[in-house]
C-alpha cells in the first residue's frame, strides 16, 4: 500500500512571514481583492447579512438584560452561543475540507435565517423566555461552528493566495463595517419597530447572502474519496499545528484572548445602563464606536499592512487593545468612553486579522479547513467559557474590575508568548523605496 502523501508546505512566497519592499499605498492596493469578481459578490452579500446579524446581536443583548437584569444571564447566553464551537468546530473543519464549501454554506445560511425567523416569532407573540434566546442561540452556535471554518477557508478560493492578505483585511472591515451599523440602526429601530421587528429584518437579510453565493462561478472541483477518519484527520491537522512554533504561538494567543480578552463586549450592556447611565441607545452607540475603530483599523491593515512585520502588527494590537480595555472599564463618561472603544477596535481587529492571515498562509491547502477548525475553536469555541466566566466574575467583581483583569492576562501572557515562550520569528526591517 503506498504511503499517504504529506501535506505539502505553503509557498515561501506566500507562507514566510517576511515582507516584500514596502511601497505608497494606493487605492488600488487598499481594495486589490475587489479586482475579483467572486469576491466582490461575496462581500456585498456578506455586508448586507452581517448588519442584519449585529441588528439582532445588539437587540438579543438588551432583551436578555430587561428580561433578567443579571450580568450572569448575559454571559450564559453568550456561552450558549459559543459552546458548540467548543464541541464542533474541528469536526466543521473536516467537513470543509471534504465536500464544496459553497454548498456547505448555503445549508448554513438557510438554517440561521429560519432560527432568526424563530425568534422574530417568539418575541413577536409575547412568549419569549431567557431560555428560549439560549436554545436558539445554542442552535445557531451549531450552524456557525460548520459555516465558520467553510467560510474562513473559503476566501481563498476567491482571492487566491496573493492577494489573501488583502482578502482578510477587508473581511474583517466588512465586518466592523456592520458593527458599525447594525448597533446604530438597532438603538433606534428598538424604540420603532420593537424586538420582534429587529429579529425578522435580520432574517430576510440572509436572502442577499444565499442570492450571493448562488451566482458566483467557480472552478469545479473533483471530488476526493480517499479522506482520512475522522480522529486521524483531526491528529493530522494537531499534528501540524504543534510541529509549527508561530502556528502554535498564534493559537495561544489567540485563546487567551478568546477567554479572557472578549469581556468588555459581554459586558456591554451592563456599561451603558449601569455604569453609565444610559439606554439602548447608549449601548448601541457604545458598540458602533467599537466597530468603527475596527472598520478603521480593517481598512488601514488592507493599505499599509504589507509596509510593517506582521509580528509586529500581531504584539501592538494586542497590547494596544488591552490597554485601551482598561481604560475604558475606568471611564465613567459616554464621551470618554466612546473614543476609547474606537481605539480598542482598531488595534483589536489588528491583532485577530493579522493572527487569521499568519494562520492561513502557513497552512496547506489539504489541511486549510480543519486548521481553520482549530482556529474557530480557539476564538470561538473557548469564548463560551470566558463568556460564562466572565459574567460570573462580573457578578462578584463587578463589570470594571473583571475587564481590567482579562485585558491584565492578556498582557501577561503576551509579554510571556514575546520573550521567553514561543515568540514568533521577527522579520528584517522593511526596506524604504526611494523617491
Known sequence: M??????????????????????????????????????????????????????????EGWLVYQLSGSSVALGFIRFANM???????????????????????????????????LLALLVGIGVIQVWHVAAIGFLLG????????????????LVGRDDLDNGIALNSSMFNLARVV????????????????????????????????????????????????FRSAIREAGGYILGNGPLRGIMMLVSTFSVFGISFIVLMPVFAKDIL????????????????????????????????PRRNILYTGLFGCCAFNIAFALSRSIWLSCPLLLCSGFFMINFLATANTSTQLRSPDALRGRIMGFYSLAFL????????LTGFLASHLGATRTVILGASVCAIVGTLLLRRIIPLPAEPAVAEKPD
Open 2 to 59: 503506498p504511503d499517504k502523501p504529506r501535506p505539502q508546505i505553503p509557498d515561501p512566497s506566500t507562507a514566510d512571514v517576511r515582507r516584500l519592499p514596502a511601497r505608497r499605498a494606493s487605492f488600488v492596493e487598499t481594495f486589490s481583492a475587489f479586482g475579483h469578481r467572486n469576491y466582490r459578490i461575496f462581500f456585498i452579500g456578506q455586508v448586507i447579512s452581517l448588519i442584519g446579524t449585529w441588528l439582532q446581536s445588539t437587540a
Open 83 to 117: 459552546l458548540p464551537f467548543a464541541l464542533l468546530a474541528l469536526w466543521g473543519g473536516t467537513v470543509a475540507d471534504r465536500h464544496p464549501k459553497r454548498s456547505i454554506l448555503l445549508c448554513t445560511q438557510v438554517a440561521s435565517m429560519l432560527l432568526a425567523l
Open 142 to 157: 451549531t450552524v456557525n461552528a460548520f459555516d465558520v471554518p467553510a467560510r474562513q477557508a473559503f476566501v481563498v478560493d
Open 182 to 229: 447594525g448597533p446604530a440602526v438597532a438603538g433606534v429601530l428598538i424604540g420603532i419597530l420593537g424586538m420582534a421587528g429587529c429579529f425578522l429584518l435580520n432574517g430576510l437579510s440572509y436572502l442577499a447572502v444565499i442570492a450571493g453565493y448562488g451566482m458566483l462561478r467557480l472552478p469545479k472541483i473533483e471530488k476526493r474519496h480517499d479522506h482520512p477518519p
Open 277 to 308: 447611565g444610559g439606554d439602548a441607545k447608549t449601548f448601541g452607540m457604545l458598540m458602533s464606536f467599537n466597530g468603527g475603530g475596527a472598520l478603521i483599523g480593517g481598512l488601514a491593515l488592507a493599505t499599509f499592512g504589507k509596509r510593517f
Open 381 to 388: 469555541g473557548l469564548s463560551s467559557v470566558g463568556s460564562l
